[in-house]
């Protein structure tokens, strides 16, 4: 039963680009939130950029110019268009869904189904 299935990642040098995927099973995630998420190693889990059932998204701070999230709700399938990646990029890169709400909140405890993680590792 499984829902969430993360795709795409794999070893790059800084500088470099990746483009994350996550098939989801069901219609009904897209109409909620639907994010990427990255936990480093030994640290806690960090939210990466979200988007809402509109299409609105948001990102982390550090990502943004270089990160896109975006959906394919034809294909069942979020993405995450990754550019100029740094090695503090390096981490588990988690694709998960609220599907409570349309909009997003940027809390991890409220993303109540979760991928089993894609690793991507940056080096300098």
């Known amino acids: 039963q499984v829902q969430l299935v993360e795709s795409g990642g794999g070893s790059v040098q800084a500088g470099g680009s990746l483009r994350l995927s996550c098939e989801f099973s069901e219609y009904s995630y897209s109409r909620g939130c639907m994010g990427w998420w990255r936990q480093p190693a030994e640290k806690a889990r960090e939210g990466v950029a979200t988007i809402d059932s509109s299409g609105r998204t948001e990102y982390l701070r550090s990502v943004e110019g270089r990160f896109t999230i975006s959906k394919d709700n034809a294909k069942n399938t979020l993405y995450l268009q990754m550019n100029n990646l740094q090695p503090e990029g390096t981490a588990m890169y988690y694709c998960?869904?609220?599907?409570?709400?349309?909009?997003?909140?940027?809390?991890?405890?409220?993303?109540?189904?979760w991928g089993q993680g894609t690793q991507v590792t940056v080096s300098s």
């Open positions: 998960a869904a609220d599907r409570s709400r349309g909009y997003c909140l940027w809390s991890v405890a409220v993303f109540g189904d």
